[in-house]
């Protein structure tokens, strides 16, 4: 069954909602963004959440001290790099923490997931383009690809089931499709994580 990281969660309401739901991830956005917490907001946050979601930080070329000062801080349990770091900067951050890195990719044509399965990243994120647009990519590029990742781009309760029969995901990961006027929306959390689930009922 795919996991369901729940992104971008901003208000102590959201850690409600998803503590009620119970995904498996949730994600902080330290990037610019209008999901753009300060880091003591997030503190603020983590503290809500329960303790079995594991909170992921979403980071786009940030300086690695700032990335560990979070994790050390018991802000965030796994990282998610959304800019340029190249294979380089994953290695050095790799070195210096023990969290699991996910490293975002745009799915743009054939291939491009593949030429990552190197990568010393521990997971994929697979999206379209640079990410937060709320469209999907064509789920046939993804391929055979031999390393674990996450589906994300324009999920939604109503297209999650079928995207993950179609490519087999570790986990799918969602921000604007469970959201309603620009915040989340506690109905759609609920009905994602279940359709995620296959509990359709």
């Known amino acids: 069954m795919a996991r369901v990281k729940i ?79 190249d294979e380089e900067y994953i290695h050095k951050l790799k070195l210096m923490t023990d969290k699991s890195v996910i490293k975002a990719v745009a799915i743009e044509k054939e291939g491009d997931a593949q030429k990552w399965e190197q990568s010393s990243a521990d997971y994929l994120l697979l999206d379209h383009r640079s990410g937060g647009t709320g469209k999907s990519f064509d789920w046939g590029l993804v391929g055979n690809l031999g390393k674990e990742f996450f589906l994300a781009g324009g999920l939604s309760p109503e297209n999650v089931a079928g995207a993950i029969e179609k490519t087999m995901p570790f986990a799918v990961d969602v921000s604007s499709g469970v959201e309603a006027g620009g915040v989340k929306d506690l109905d759609k959390i609920r009905d994602f994580v279940r359709m995620a689930r296959g509990m359709h009922s």
Request: net charge negative; hydrophobic share 40%; aromatic share 6%.
């Open 7 to 85: 992104c971008g969660l901003t208000r102590p309401c959201d850690i409600e909602a998803v503590n009620a739901q119970r995904p498996d991830y949730i994600g902080f956005v330290f990037a610019e963004s209008r999901r753009k917490l300060l880091p003591e907001q997030a503190v603020g946050l983590r503290k809500l959440l329960s303790p079995d979601i594991i909170p992921v930080g979403v980071f786009v070329d940030e300086p690695i001290e700032n990335i560990l000062s979070l994790v050390r801080g018991g802000v965030v349990d796994m990282i998610q790099l959304h800019g340029s770091e």
